[in-house]
C-alpha cells in the first residue's frame, strides 16, 4: 500500500514535470516564431527602404542627364 501511494506520487511528480517542459517548449516556439515574424518585417522594410532610395537616385539621374 505505501508502495503503492509512493509510486502515484512519482507518477504525478513525473506528469507535473512533463507538462512544465512542454509549456517552455510551447513558450519556446512562440518566441522563435515572434523573432522570425519581427525579421520578416525588418527585411521587408529595409527592401522598401532600398527601393525608395533606388527611386530617388533613378531621378537624380534624370535631372543631371536632361538638366
Do not use: C, P, V
Not at 21 to 48: D, G, L
Amino acid at each position: 500500500m505505501l508502495f503503492s501511494r509512493e509510486r502515484e506520487r512519482a507518477r504525478e511528480s513525473e506528469r507535473e514535470s512533463d507538462e512544465r517542459a512542454r509549456e517552455e517548449r510551447e513558450r519556446e516556439r512562440e518566441s522563435a516564431r515572434a523573432r522570425a515574424a519581427r525579421s520578416s518585417r525588418a527585411r521587408e522594410r529595409e527592401s522598401e527602404r532600398e527601393g525608395e532610395r533606388e527611386r530617388e537616385n533613378n531621378i537624380k539621374d534624370m535631372y543631371i542627364s536632361y538638366g
